[in-house]
């Protein structure tokens, strides 16, 4: 098929690798490939030097880090782990070194040592993680990144002084969260992790800054001035910068902070005092928080402030000598363990206080020197300038200048993305690691202050109990760690690139606002606008857009162009949303000439706006349309023609669509879809440029140019997914073709020619049909049905197993008790179905029997017993059958025993018959060889040499791949399988079922235009086109206006242009077809057919308008119709998944009522609302049943099925059991409730008789 695509706009950069992002995260935690003395401090890394060295109280002792290895994985390969119910995992080998030391300091001896720590789930090639058998995905995390946020106050009060109040927080990745808020009385408190409040100045004595003087100097500029009678206007009401003291006698005249007042100024005249020092300006109006908090503050020194801050956060009033002293430096300045920033952290503050800290770094008269880029931890600068910050937005400052740069003061938008980072996976396992660590080195701290030293060694020292136990928490239950979405490739892809701001450290569904959950400016070319679920999660879970990337920093960037003067270069460059503040960009879609704007004025963004500027200037230009876009999203064509809601659904729903039997890539594409197949990995990629030497259904071979052995890439048959979808390779390449690296050679399922193909290509029409597409039902052809069209494959997993219980051991075997010769016909010697069986609801898979408890025999039952063989009475049968609603065909059975149960002989023969399966396949391949060979001897030349050498080589790599199996099953029955304690073996059957279309059925385009088929019609009676071709879909036209996803109309047009044409037409999003140019296409398509003879009557008007014909009666319908080609789904959510029903069958232990949901085979319940409607018709009799005999009365069900067995007229119901469990619940709270009978003559005197003989039944007055 021919491609045309429409873009207008040249591709500067292609599509990033998708899953990059996994990837990326996952091997810079491991460093697997990096030599141990290259590795870089992150990751596992890091951890292991935050860590280590531990140390025992009186330093004797050291356990330090040497280095980490991971070891080989202890499956084969992925696959083999998938099927033995496995973990991938490689064991985290520890190399770790303990040396002690002697009182006097000497060393007395190192013992190094190697500790496997835990086994490491390791990450598959397509970015997923195989944990008990089952493929999960590590979700990346949305949170709000370490650094300062400085924020108005919430309920927007204003202080006494007039002044509008604000508050700053320092975020730690890991430690104390500090917060800086005002009071009304504009004074400055600071709270530590959450705790009571304290003066900011206090907190500042206790680092080190202890008199007045210090603190005014830090804050407030100051000026000398002259003390004399001519200068008095000049130092009143000025406040002191520092004590005033007298030199002769050393009094204090006037204090630090205090103002001058008439007695003061007399007094320092009286002294001779020739000048004081004071702050400039008038700082008691202009910015009077520090002298307002120095008034509040009681306490004058460090010590008295550090003890203060003590008692108040350790909540206790007594004091540890030394401790107060240390325990700021602990908390937040110098313990890298309790307080870490992270380089995030550091970076976001330098980021907005870096013009600050530089300033107050160059002052003379304070020494605090500028923090280390790489520093972790919190400096005395970093809280003096975030007061500082916090002060200029209380009194109003918008900027700041030093040096020529400028620090713009402002407040901080909480949802914008510079304050929003991604925790990858590796992140995530690292955290993991970590607070496993922690739990492992307080035990070991303990161990090394024990008395006796003598051989403690690493090992010895090291529990592993607490990080295996995390790991297998995290991988198991976390929030982040999810069952894989393997619908298709598309729903597998979209799930590893999504993002959650859910999970631990993130937020709560449902304290989660609508501003977190909106889309935000920052959004653009970062996170997907479209693409989120529509229910309680909506914002909350989003997906990365398609060429965003996660930087070092974890911050999400978005590529764009540079401009310089007006002049757009090809050169890339990737911004963050902090860079991106202060840029002005372009749009991609700007008309450009030679690499100028062509236009004098350029439609931008800036920041939230959209301003119109001269090319001059622009900054940036956007790379692309589809950059603003998921992946999802940019899969569906004339995206910019849809309403959002409906675009929304539409990417939603690209996920849930069934692999078809038969694929076909959609004829209206957007060019998107080559590349989802591709790194969705479900399809098999060259990884090496070379020739195909070999093609065939179960591998294929690629001689690479720079190898002597070939590439073999082995294909995977009829697999089952996480959501029972079939997942299956097609190789596409022949032998002698020539294939690049990177290029798809076999397509996976949803895959047509190495492109995404979720659908199919159907004929539709939009017309009213008899009502049967009311509210957006889909009337069908039927020979959708008879072509296999919209058929899928599904294959269902079942399972049972053999415990060991109270009563004797369980056994699965074909001689199960009460059960005819027919029913176990399909099953081999062992009582497990053979393959290739075609099985229906209620047949036996696997024969299990279970032991019987005890029963109390008569005599004569005993002699029986005795005479007949007790084998067949001991045991019930507890076989695997069927489920109720499935029909399909046995694929393949497997069968896990343990070691210790497997008897030696019956191993024996196991292997025996290993051995002979072997001989015999050899044995086949052999005389299938030589007939092949024969068959090419007959052929002369070149050709049939190459081909001899081609059947040498398969037969060859088919010989070697069934000895290793044959090996790899042996290996497999000599050692066993891990199975959990009580369970001796597991038979495990796949079921595949080919579900063809049934009314009852999701299908749904691409637009969000989704609907149930409600009727399958003959294709004879479906409308017809004039030339009598019969539509294959008929759809709702009232689906169209109100939606607004005008989309799905153009797709039609020019999908039956592209039909006609036998083109694929490209249309990528927000850059596709004009309306004019699909009207073009159409006429083109008509013209050729009208060169092929077809009539004027037979094609349609140009906006794709024709008349039809009722297939029923061969009438024409009186309006014209808009018929086309629309790309439609066949959704997962398929009607014979969900239909059930019941008649009886097992019912709830306590309440006697039928169990609920089609899982447990349950009933309907008859609500409280159902007995009103009964109620209401007066049905007394009917609505006595339903809440009796048809439900709860167990004696009562009993009886009435023998009175319809025996003919005879219903008995009167019982008391229901769940009114049984009332009372006992009354009884339990200590009600006692007896239930009467009324007397005859009740009726006159309400007395009723409490008499032995009435049956138990609710007095009713």
Known sequence: MKQHNFAKIAQILKLPDLLEMQQHSFTNFLQRGVSIGERKIQGLQGVFFDVFPLENVDGSMVLDFVRYEVGEPRYASVEDARIHDGTWAAPLKVVLRLSSRQPSGKLKEIVEQEVVLCDLPLMTENASFIINGAERVVVSQLHRSPGIIFEEDEEKKISSLGKALYFARIIPYRGAWIEFEFDLNNALYV???????????????????????????????????????????????????????????????????????????????????????????????????ILETLRRDNFKGAKDSQQEIYKKLRGQEFLVPGQAETYLDNLVFKNLRKYDLSRVGRYKIFKKLKVLLQRLADRDDVK?????????????????????????????????????????????????????????????????????????SRVVRDKMSVQDKTGLTPRTLLNTAPIVGILRKFFGTSQLSQFMDQINPLAELTHKRRLSALGPGGLNRKRAGFEVRDVHFTHYGRICPIETPEGPNIGLITSLASYAQVNSLGLIESPYRRVEKGRVSD???????????????????????????????????????????????????DISPMQVVSVSASLIPFLEHDDANRALMGSNMQRQAVPLLVTEAPIVGTGVESAVARDSGSSLVAKRAGKVVCSTARFIAVQSDEAKEPDVYWLRKYDRSNQDTCVNQRAIVAPGQRVKAGE???????????????????????????????????????????????????????????????????????????????????????????????????????????????????????????????????????????????????????????????????????????????????????????????????????????????????????????????????????????????????????????????????????????????????????????????????????????????????????????????????????????????????????????????????????????????????????????????????????????????STGQYSLITRQPLGGKAQFGGQRFGEMEVWAVEGYGAAYALQEFLTVKSDDVVGRTKMYESIIKGEPPQEPGIPESFKVLVKELQALGLNVDLLRLKPDAGKNGAASKSKKAPRQAAVA
């Open 191 to 289: 709270r530590v992790d959450r705790k009571k409040k304290f003066a900011a100045t206090t907190f500042l004595r206790a680092c080190g800054i202890e008199t007045d003087a210090e603190l005014l100097k830090i804050f407030y500029p100051i000026e000398k001035v002259d003390v004399s009678e001519a200068n008095q206007e000049n130092v009143l009401r000025r406040v002191a910068a520092e004590d005033v003291v007298d030199k002769a006698t050393g009094e204090i005249l006037l204090e630090a902070c205090q103002m001058v007042t008439h007695e003061a100024f007399r007094r320092l005249l009286e002294k001779k005092t020739e000048s004081i020092r004071v702050l400039a300006g008038n700082p008691d109006q202009d910015d009077p928080t």
């Open 368 to 440: 605090f020197p500028l923090p280390s880029d790489k520093r972790r931890t919190l400096t005395v600068a970093d809280l003096i300038v975030t007061m500082q910050h916090v002060i200029a937005l209380n009194n109003g400052v918008t900027r700041l200048e030093h040096n020529g740069e400028r620090c713009v003061i402002e407040t901080d938008d909480i949802d914008h993305l510079g304050n929003r980072r991604v925790r990858g996976i590796g992140e995530l396992l690292e955290n993991q690691i970590r607070v496993g660590l922690a739990q492992i």
């Open 571 to 621: 050169e890339v460059v990737f911004l963050t949303a902090d860079m991106e503040n202060d840029v002005v960009v372009a749009q991609a879609n700007v008309p450009l000439e030679k690499s100028r704007f062509a236009v004098d004025n350029v439609l931008c963004r800036y920041r939230g706006d959209f301003p119109v500027v001269e090319p001059a200037k622009v900054g940036y230009m």
């Open 744 to 1142: 798809i050679i076999a397509d996976g399922s949803a895959v047509a020619e190495g492109q995404l193909a979720l659908g199919k290509n159907l004929l539709v029409a939009f017309m009213p049909w008899e009502g049967y597409n009311f509210e957006d039902a889909i009337l069908v052809s039927d020979r959708l049905v008879r072509d296999d069209t919209f058929t899928s494959i599904h294959i269902q997993e079942l399972e049972v197993e053999a415990r060991d219980t109270k009563l004797g051991a369980e056994e699965i075997t074909r001689d199960i008790p009460n059960v005819g010769a027919d029913a176990l016909e399909h099953l081999d010697e062992n009582g497990i179905v053979v393959p290739s069986t075609i099985v229906r609801p209620g047949d036996i898979l696997v024969g299990k029997v279970a032991p019987k408890g005890e029963q109390q025999l008569s005599p004569e039952e005993r002699l029986l017993k005795v005479i007949f063989g007790k084998k067949a009475e001991d045991v019930q049968d507890a076989s695997l059958r069927v489920p109720p609603g499935v029909t399909g065909k046995v694929i393949s059975t497997r069968v896990f025993v343990r070691r210790e149960k497997r008897p030696k002989p019956l191993q024996r023969k196991q292997l025996q018959a290993l051995d002979s399966r072997l001989k015999h396949e050899l044995k086949e391949f052999a005389a299938k060889k030589k007939d092949a060979l024969a068959e090419l001897d007959k052929t002369p030349g070149r050709q049939s040499k190459d081909e001899a050498q081609r059947v040498e080589y398969y037969y060859a790599l088919l010989e070697k791949k069934l000895q290793d199996e044959v090996a790899r099953e042996k290996e497999s029955v000599k050692h066993g399988d891990d199975l959990p304690v009580t369970v001796n073996k597991v038979v495990k059957v796949f079921l595949a079922c080919k579900r063809r279309l049934q009314v009852g059925d999701k299908a749904a385009g691409r637009h969000g235009n989704k609907g149930v088929i409600a009727k399958i019609l003959p294709a004879e009676d479906m409308p017809y086109l004039p030339d009598g071709t019969p539509v294959d879909v008929v759809l709702s036209p009232l689906s169209v206006p109100s939606r607004m996803n005008v989309g799905q109309l153009l797709e039609t047009m020019l999908g039956w242009a592209g039909r006609v044409l036998d083109t694929q037409m490209i249309c990528p999003v927000f850059d596709s077809a004009k309306e004019s140019q699909i009207i073009d296409k159409v006429r083109e398509a008509k013209e050729s057919l009208r060169k092929a003879g077809v009539p004027e009557r037979y094609l349609p008007t140009d906006d794709l308008r024709i008349t039809l014909f009722d297939g029923r009666t061969g009438q024409p319908f009186e309006e014209p119709v808009t018929i086309g080609v629309m790309y439609l789904l066949k959704l997962i959510h398929l009607v014979e998944d969900k239909i059930h029903a019941r």
